[in-house]
């Protein structure tokens, strides 16, 4: 089955910039999505088919892909961005596929 | 406002049956391309979908699980309901519904719901 491989944690200084890996195999063919999850809280999705931003989405979130990495990429990160991230894919053998999920810590 | 709530038992017995249920607004799944999906989080383990329902009744389950997971709908009391047979330690975790959009992505999560799996 397809895997989607995301650092445990990454950290980073309020108003730095935060990018999230999420390697797959030649994951640029396929569409990569990205949900934000806190704690207690419904999972929202932050980035859809690579780098759209669904409405009310602040315009730091952005996304890429290519080769074998997506990359959510968080600018100006402020202390509510401190949440769970996990990339998506839908996978060709009818499964959809999460990422193992990154934990961003706001230092 | 598309909102979705999950509910169930929070405890259930090793062997037995879980039923969750999806209660949602701000949509209908008697509308053409409306799908409805439940994915879970287990300890340890990254976010797995389940399965999915659409708004023409066809179903799709996750492969691994096939064998154990049912999931229907009533649109007219706007639920999804999901069961999972034999339960199991491993199944111990938070379940989620969401809405599913036909690009391949969730749009909308539920809060989800804590399933403890004991003896």
């Known amino acids: 089955s397809y895997v989607l491989t995301q650092p445990p944690s990454v950290s980073v200084a309020p108003g730095q910039t935060a990018m999230i890996p999420c390697g797959g195999d030649?994951?640029?063919?396929?569409?990569v999505h990205w949900y934000q999850r806190k704690p207690g809280q419904a999972p929202v999705l932050v980035v859809y088919?690579?780098?759209g931003r669904p409405s009310g989405i602040p315009e730091r979130f952005s996304g890429s892909n290519s080769g074998n990495t997506a990359t959510l990429t968080i600018s100006r990160v402020e202390t509510g961005d401190e949440a769970d991230y996990y990339c998506?894919?839908?996978?060709?053998?009818?499964?959809?596929?999460f990422g193992t999920g990154t934990k961003v810590t706001v230092l | 406002q598309v909102t979705l709530k999950e509910s169930g038992p929070a405890l259930v017995r090793l062997t037995e049956t879980l039923t969750l249920t999806c209660t949602f607004s701000?949509?209908?799944?008697?509308?053409?391309?409306?799908?409805v999906s439940w994915i879970r989080q287990t300890p340890g383990e990254a976010l797995q979908w389940l399965a999915r329902?659409?708004?023409?009744?066809?179903?799709l389950y996750s492969t691994p699980l096939q064998t154990r997971l049912t999931i229907s709908k009533d649109a007219s009391r706007n639920q999804v309901v999901l069961t999972m047979t034999n339960m199991d330690a491993v199944d111990t975790g938070t379940y989620y519904c969401?809405?599913?959009?036909?690009?391949?992505?969730?749009?909308?999560w539920g809060q989800g719901t804590h399933v403890t799996v004991a003896s």
């Open positions: 969401a809405r599913f959009d036909s690009s391949g992505y969730f749009d909308f």
């Open positions: 030649n994951i640029v063919s396929k569409s």
């Open positions: 088919d690579d780098s």
């Open positions: 701000g949509f209908s799944l008697n509308t053409p391309a409306m799908r």
């Open positions: 329902i659409d708004w023409d009744g066809q179903q």
């Open positions: 998506q894919v839908w996978e060709s053998s009818r499964d959809y596929v």
